[in-house]
């Protein structure tokens, strides 16, 4: 019987050759580039840029087992009584060690893709001539309180010959030996605010980002029969509700 950590080390194992890397990301089963799409659109918000289709995908840095601290919130309240002196007394029970949260693998890559920003961008700026009373007669006007009109033009189209544009995105990824959603959404959940704690999403190219990095849960593949396909369909589907990314993967 395989120890409880054999899959995690046989995908630390797998992952050593980039071409396995690649077809995480990529597999050869998803022409249309589906999940790096998904792993882009919970970083970059969609809202802002929308992507049309990804050109390609370079892993420049990987890293496995790395920890990231989860972060302590302090809160106290000093009073001040008059005429008496000031005092303040307080105790504060803190961890030795913060919780530790362990990404089985973390990427930096680099994914170059055809988009268009989807914002729209300001037009005009119309002040209007006064107020209206209820009565339909014109209002007293005070100089700094005029309504204004704001018009707005629609983003410009998509141009499929402009160039493609390379987006920085962190992929972290967590392995589970087996599928149990609720502990996997847990462990995801509190990896993914400590790592937004320790380095807050930034502007980048393509706005604001939504999160500091992209998460990837990868899962033992099930067997090939169809009630285990649809297992693996409805698991993909619960945790992109949250914003994460499954993967099934077949361990060497």
């Known amino acids: 019987m395989a120890a409880t950590n054999g899959f995690t080390d046989d995908l630390m194992l797998r992952y050593l050759a980039p071409d396995h890397v690649r077809s995480l990301l990529v597999p050869d089963t998803d022409p249309e580039r589906e999940r790096v799409r998904a792993l882009l659109v919970s970083v970059y918000d969609p809202a802002s840029l929308d992507i049309r289709s ?130 996997a959404l847990r462990r995801l959940s509190q990896a993914k605010r400590a790592v937004d704690a320790a380095s807050p999403p930034a502007a980048q190219d393509g706005g604001a980002l939504l999160a500091s990095s992209a998460w990837l849960a990868v899962f033992p593949a099930t067997a090939t029969d169809e009630p285990s396909q649809m297992t693996e369909q409805l698991a993909g589907d619960l945790l992109a509700t949250q914003g994460y990314v499954a993967a099934f993967e077949t361990a060497p």
């Open 54 to 183: 990804v050109e390609s995908v370079k892993v420049v840095h990987q890293e496995f087992q790395s920890g990231v601290h989860a972060s302590i919130a302090v809160h106290g309240s000093w009073d001040k009584a008059i005429p008496t002196a000031e005092q303040a007394r307080a105790t504060v029970d803190i961890p030795a060690t913060p919780p530790v949260h362990w990404i089985d693998m973390s990427l930096d890559t680099v994914v170059v893709v055809k988009a268009v920003s989807a914002d729209s961008l300001l037009a005009s700026v119309e002040a209007e001539a006064a107020w209206a009373a209820a009565d339909g007669a014109a209002a007293p006007q005070n100089a700094y309180e005029r309504p204004y009109q704001l018009r707005y033009a629609e983003p410009p189209p998509f141009e499929p010959t402009a160039p493609a544009r390379s987006l920085p995105l962190r992929v972290s990824a967590l392995f589970f030996d087996r599928l149990d959603l609720a502990d």
